[in-house]
């Protein structure tokens, strides 16, 4: 039996890098390298679900692995050469429950 392996993405976080002139904080944008990442076409369902609750088109769903600590709400991540832009809160189940090296669900829409 084969073993299931991802590929690596990249999440788009934002860092404060200092204050402007008013004292409002200042982004700036870092990548950040997720290895392990399944990606799988969204289901029907799903696609159907977040366009009604949202408006945005799902088209991937993510499978990420265990022990990542990274906030995927209302990021931009970039596989398949292409930006993509993630839509929801992400679901997370137990890790002890489940038996394979990814918990965690998040559903992205493509982002130009």
């Known amino acids: 039996m084969g ?4 590929i690596p993405i990249v999440l788009i976080d934002k860092q404060v890098t200092g204050k402007n002139s008013f ?5 700036e944008d870092v990548e950040i390298v997720v290895e392990n990442v399944l990606i799988a076409p969204a289901s029907t369902e799903d696609i159907t679900n977040q366009i009604n609750q949202t408006g945005k088109k799902v088209a991937y769903t993510l499978a990420i692995p265990k022990g990542d600590v990274h906030n995927w709400t209302n990021r931009e991540v970039r596989f398949f ?5 993630t839509v929801g809160e992400p679901l997370e189940g137990l890790d002890h429950l489940i038996p394979l090296e990814w918990n965690k669900k998040v559903q992205v829409e493509r982002y130009s």
């Open 23 to 27: 004292g409002h904080p200042k982004f």
């Open 3 to 6: 073993r299931i392996k991802g």
């Open 81 to 85: 050469g292409q930006r993509w832009r």
